[in-house]
């Protein structure tokens, strides 16, 4: 006997995996250079160069055992410290190492917090598109996973839709911005008018509604403010993840926040710390963590994603494809033509160009491209994207 749900989880396959795999078959076949995968969101800028110094630095100076010792469940003091100094230095925040827990990147630090939330029939609130594994991880940690439509053409937040949503069994909402897969950054106005609902609504049922938020893109922005939510919303629990700031994704480093403006926040982190203690979380890897405490400062070189950004935006609406103004991350997140983005993918594939239909982001009709990829890939695919929309003129 084993676990159906486990088994249906492993064995169904994500689509974007499926797109991934096949776009390397076809390499094999036609060549590197005509296949189109806009599929992963894997960083394509390497880490800084100084990340790769602490490394060796660290190899050099710090005894062994050390490196590769166990941690504390929670983390080393020090790594905890230059995070917390580096984030009041840049928003005048007062958080203190205590308040941070680090984790081996955003997905099982979001399944700890999701798990150190679920009571009996809690609800966890998310917005539309979102993260795929969003819903896995909450409906293992016990939650109920509800969905917000999706606020087109702009990918805001329906501020309506969302409050008729929150009920008595609230437990938390989950917000990503910068946003997987469109690229949208939420504005302060949306945000103070999210907060002033929640803080209305959490007085209402008389218990407190937190803000999840799921940050792993807080510093691939080009231009615009990602506010610092604590800020806005006291009782915000920060996921964050150095995947993508530092091209780390296989490293698995981050950390949660769980600020001490937040209600009951050393209950909290205590309950986030014995989630992750009862999904087998020993430690964060100890080499990353002694690079972090030397690195929380750095931020990521921007030049290539914002030109990859810049010309696939120009160049696809001046074709005529229609698309939120992508802020952040390295993600566009395109109407289909015609309206059907299954079918549009299907096409577009046999062109060997992948893109990733809505669907699974909770938005059908929209398909994702990540371009996280080489700018010539970019300058290569355009004939292809200006046949597709074509057909549908
Ligand atoms: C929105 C979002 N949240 C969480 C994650 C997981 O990040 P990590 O690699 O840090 O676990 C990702 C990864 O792509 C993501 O896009």
């Known amino acids: 006997m084993i676990n159906q749900k486990a088994y249906a989880l492993g064995a169904n396959r994500s689509c974007i995996r499926d797109l991934f795999e096949y776009g390397r ?12 995968d806009y599929s992963l969101g894997n960083p394509s800028i390497p880490a800084p160069p100084e990340v790769n110094d602490a490394v060796r630095a660290i190899l050099n100076d710090t005894d062994s055992l050390l490196v590769h010792g166990y941690t504390s469940a929670v983390g080393d003091y020090e790594a905890r410290r230059a995070i917390s100094d580096d984030l009041n230095a840049r928003y005048g925040a007062a958080t203190r190492p205590e308040e941070f827990f680090l984790g081996c990147g955003a997905a099982p630090e979001l ?18 598109p979102y993260f795929p594994e969003y819903k896995p991880f909450a409906e293992e940690a016990g939650l109920v996973f509800k969905v917000v439509p999706p606020d087109v053409p702009d990918f805001q937040i329906d501020l309506e839709a969302l409050a008729a949503m929150l009920t008595p069994s609230t437990q938390a909402v989950l917000l990503n911005s910068p946003n997987n897969p469109s690229g949208v950054v939420y504005t302060r106005q949306t945000l103070t008018a999210l907060a002033k609902i929640l803080r209305e609504k959490a007085a209402a049922f008389g218990h407190p509604i937190y803000l999840i938020s799921d940050e792993p893109y807080r510093e691939l ?3 615009v403010e990602v506010p610092y939510l604590p800020a806005i919303y006291p009782d915000t629990i920060i996921c964050y993840s150095y995947s993508k700031s530092l091209s780390l994704p296989g490293e698995r480093i981050g950390y949660v926040l769980v ?7 050393q209950m909290v982190y205590a309950a986030v710390a014995g989630a992750a203690r009862a999904c087998g979380h020993v430690c964060a890897p100890s080499l990353w ?4 405490a030397r690195c929380a400062h750095l931020r990521p070189d921007l030049v290539r994603y914002d030109r990859n950004r810049q010309a696939l935006y120009q160049s696809l609406a001046a074709m005529g494809y229609e698309m939120a103004k992508p802020d952040g991350a390295f993600y566009l997140f395109i109407k289909a033509p015609g309206g059907d983005a299954n079918r549009f993918s299907e096409l577009a594939k046999k ?6 239909p809505g669907d699974g982001f909770g938005c059908p009709g ?6 996280c990829v080489s ?14 929309i074509r057909q549908f003129q």
């Open 25 to 36: 078959q076809q390499a094999a076949i036609v060549g590197s250079e005509n296949v189109y």
């Open 111 to 128: 399944v700890s917090v999701f798990r150190a939330l679920a009571v009996p029939g809690g609800e966890l609130l998310t917005v539309a």
């Open 221 to 223: 922005v080009y231009g």
């Open 259 to 265: 600020p001490g403006s937040c209600a009951d926040s």
């Open 289 to 292: 963590q002694k690079v972090i």
């Open 351 to 356: 062109e060997n160009l992948l893109l990733v």
């Open 366 to 371: 929209y398909f994702r491209i990540c371009y």
């Open 375 to 388: 700018y010539d890939r970019i300058q290569r695919s355009l004939p292809v994207f200006e046949r597709l």
